[in-house]
């Protein structure tokens, strides 16, 4: 199928966007937005790597030292988080991978390597040994979340894969793969749709149930959660060729998620929504899934041909409905939802849909430099 758009123009379009918003963000970080702008944030919450990643993705491209500068001077308002221990939980991967790892990749700063470890460290801190799985939210041990693992954790574990090559340490891949294995045990239903999220009794370590958290119903299929399972086992895949269990999870994840698009494939952010639920898209999803499945096609190349069409369709949705091309946009993509059963941000921009729209375009342009799977020790 011929792509509706080039992703060369979209890519230097992106850019753009990125050079012209961080002179307006300042030491802000861009969360959701509808209308053109995004609403500003402190660095406070789980979004707040994505700004960073996108600015560092598009220094890689351009060598645009003063983009660089920029990005470091962010890097104390995420130490802070350490320090202060403001909304730590399992998401030190987002935060941490796109913003200190990829300062110390691309810039070589020391100092950076050695803060993206203590955060690496806290995640692994996370790790519950009954039942093998990174605890999603709340204090280690605490009585309602202690037991409880989420999708999104798979996205977080090349921050613990990187420090145990940075360090040799067994201890970091070992809870990765371990809470990867949870993740497709029981996450992950026989016909490779998944829950959002899965207890254990932590005091034994016995699974218990899956239940949701942003999708319509425990029993349904929260698209978001299906889009990071496909990317993070496909990263986990990148990172740990000899596992073949994390690109066969990845493979039904992918298969599911695009069996059960609507007619112009951009998910509804339910994709199994019960009726009379409002019927909002996620366009983050598809930026997300496609960066997934492009990954997939890297590390499965007998099925690769259909992870490209599987691509090409998220693309070309993704360009004919959701890019936004008004002139003063500050985004990339329209008809995000970020939390529909809270009313938090529906058909608005989601700064991790445009951080993945970015890193899509930098893929499909043969121009990537993986923030996520490192294969140099610096
Ligand atoms: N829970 C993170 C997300 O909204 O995807």
């Given at each position: 199928m011929a792509r509706t758009q080039d992703p060369q123009h979209l890519l230097d379009t992106a850019m753009q966007r990125v050079q012209q918003n961080w002179r307006i963000y300042g030491s802000k970080f861009p969360n959701y937005g509808d209308g053109t702008r995004y609403a500003l944030k402190e660095n406070?919450?789980?979004?707040?790597g994505f700004w960073p990643g996108m600015v560092w993705l598009t220094y890689a491209q351009t060598g645009d030292e003063e983009l660089a500068g920029y990005a470091a001077a962010l890097l104390p308002s995420f130490e802070r988080r350490l320090d202060e221990n403001i909304h730590i939980n399992h998401d030190l991967g987002f935060l941490f991978t796109l913003s200190a790892q990829a300062q110390h990749q691309l810039t070589g700063d020391e100092d950076a390597a050695a803060l993206a470890m203590r955060a690496a460290a806290v995640l692994l801190g996370?790790?519950?040994?009954?039942?093998r799985y990174i605890q999603a939210?709340?204090?280690?041990?605490?009585?309602?979340?202690?037991g409880q693992m989420i999708m999104d954790t798979m996205m977080n574990l090349p921050l613990l894969f990187w420090a145990g090559q940075r360090t040799g340490d067994s201890r970091y891949a070992t809870a990765a793969l371990d809470h990867a294995r949870a993740t497709a045990a029981h996450n992950m239903r026989p016909d490779g749709s998944t829950f959002h999220t899965f207890f254990f009794n932590?005091?034994?370590?016995e699974p218990m149930h899956g239940a949701t958290h942003q999708g319509a119903a425990d029993e349904s299929l929260w698209a978001r959660g299906q889009a990071w399972g496909i990317c993070g086992f496909a990263m986990a895949a990148q990172w740990c060729p000899d596992q073949p269990f994390l690109v066969e999870t990845a493979r039904k994840m992918a298969r599911r998620f695009m069996a059960e698009l609507p007619a112009d494939d951009?998910?509804?952010?339910?994709?199994w929504l019960p009726e009379g639920m409002p019927d909002y898209r996620d366009s983050s999803a598809a930026s997300i899934a496609l960066v997934g499945l492009l990954r997939l096609a890297q590390v499965d190349p007998e099925n690769a041909v259909e992870y490209k069409a599987y691509a090409t369709r998220l693309f070309d949705a993704l360009t004919t409905h959701?890019?936004?091309?008004?002139?003063?946009?500050?985004?990339?993509?329209?008809?995000g939802a970020s939390h529909v059963p809270k009313g938090q941000w529906m058909d608005a921009y989601m700064i991790y849909g445009d951080y993945f729209m970015l890193e899509a375009l930098t893929m499909l342009t043969d121009t990537h430099v993986d923030l996520w799977v490192s294969t140099v020790i610096r």
């Open positions: 406070i919450n789980w979004v707040a996370r790790y519950r040994p009954k039942g939210w709340g204090p280690i041990g605490e009585e309602a979340r202690g932590q005091h034994t370590g951009v998910p509804l952010w339910d994709l959701c890019w936004d091309d008004r002139p003063d946009a500050q985004g990339l993509l329209l008809h």
